[in-house]
């Protein structure tokens, strides 16, 4: 079966070749040699596409393994999102570009001029368990149903070095269990879901790890306008919702960062997880300078990416 990578595929779809350039390995799903597997909790993470007649199809098989997942050892969540567009502000373009991507797949999609793009998470205790499940095997089965350009995807199995919400950050192997297990984002929430995906030298994962973990504690905890600005107001003490028209973003529902589990060659890559209220709280959360201080302490690491698109859950099921 081939697999290739879901985010070039994309770019070249969507003529943006240089705008999303490649950073995710195809299929890393097992240790090479000299790695470990991970301890504590992991999340299997596919990147597909299929042509939007099948897209009934496979929700109804999505939402038919969800019962089985119930009942398998270890099972913590699953959620299914739909790539809608994508964010300028990742790239620092002007603030007159924020948003002008960010319905931009699922537009085309609907005049049937691209296919439907999806990312599916889904996260056990522990890689044996994960394993154990044959859900890649259940995946492969499903997809290969839905033609030649549905088997072209790319799955890797990633750990999360640290995750937010607003009420706490989460380190330690306990607490990131805890938050897999109760994500936010349900579909009637309406929620975004950015996806930012970069690359780095696997020498430099333990820098990176701590670095980008003070990252999210920042762009977990800030908000505009805050305590301080001159059109701060009290009765929004998590931030007033952002606009084209301005600068304002509240505070991220969640945010996570995944590295994966096993490397690609001399690279390690790293999934940038949030979920926001709106897009534009998101993007002009990119224009904040306490942001973008410790984004700049990262991008020195950074030799693939960033590529972020942004998403709508379409199923969301945690452990009961």
């Known amino acids: 079966m081939q697999r290739r990578n879901f985010l070039k595929t994309a770019a070249v779809a969507a003529g943006t070749m240089a705008m999303m350039p490649a950073v995710a390995s195809s299929s890393m799903l097992k ?5 470990t597997i991970p301890k504590g ?5 596919i990147e597909f596409r299929i042509m939007p007649n ?38 620092n373009y002007d603030t007159k570009l924020k948003g002008v991507l960010s319905s931009a797949y699922f537009d085309a999609s609907k005049e049937g001029s691209m296919p439907l793009f ?6 056990f205790e522990n890689y044996h368990d994960l394993m154990a499940s044959k859900t890649t095997e259940w995946f492969s089965k499903v997809i290969s149903k839905y ?7 790319s799955e890797g199995v990633y750990k999360t070095v640290s995750a937010g919400d607003r009420e706490h950050i989460y380190t330690s192997q ?24 970069v690359g780095i030298f696997t020498k430099d994962v333990n820098a990176f790890n701590k670095k ?30 952002g606009s084209y028209q301005n600068l304002h973003y509240r505070r991220a529902i969640s945010t996570e960062i995944l590295q994966s589990a096993f490397s690609d060659g001399d690279k390690t890559h790293y999934l940038f997880h949030g979920t926001w209220e709106s897009v534009y709280d998101h993007e002009n959360s990119h224009t904040d300078p306490r942001f973008r201080a410790d984004v700049m302490k990262i991008f ?5 990416g960033p590529v972020e698109p942004f998403y709508e859950t379409i199923i969301l099921n945690n452990k009961a």
């Open 174 to 197: 306990s607490d990131i269990e805890k938050f897999l297990k109760n994500q936010q984002d349900k579909p009637t929430n309406r929620y975004i879901t950015v996806n930012n995906h």
């Open 300 to 304: 020195p690491y950074i030799v693939e």
């Open 31 to 35: 240790p090479a040699k000299g790695e």
């Open 118 to 123: 999806y990312s599916l998470f889904i996260r």
């Open 212 to 241: 980008s973990t003070s990252l999210l504690k920042v762009a977990q905890n800030t908000f505009r306008p805050a305590k301080g600005d001159y059109d701060y107001n009290p009765k929004f003490p998590k931030g007033i919702p």
């Open 41 to 45: 909790a992991v999340t299997l993470y």
């Open 54 to 91: 099948f897209k009934d199809d496979l929700l109804d098989k999505v939402n038919q393994y969800n019962k089985v997942l119930a009942k398998t050892k270890g099972f913590l969540s699953l959620s299914l999102k739909n790539m809608v567009g994508d964010s300028t502000m990742v790239h």
């Open 147 to 153: 033609g030649p350009l549905s088997k072209n995807y």
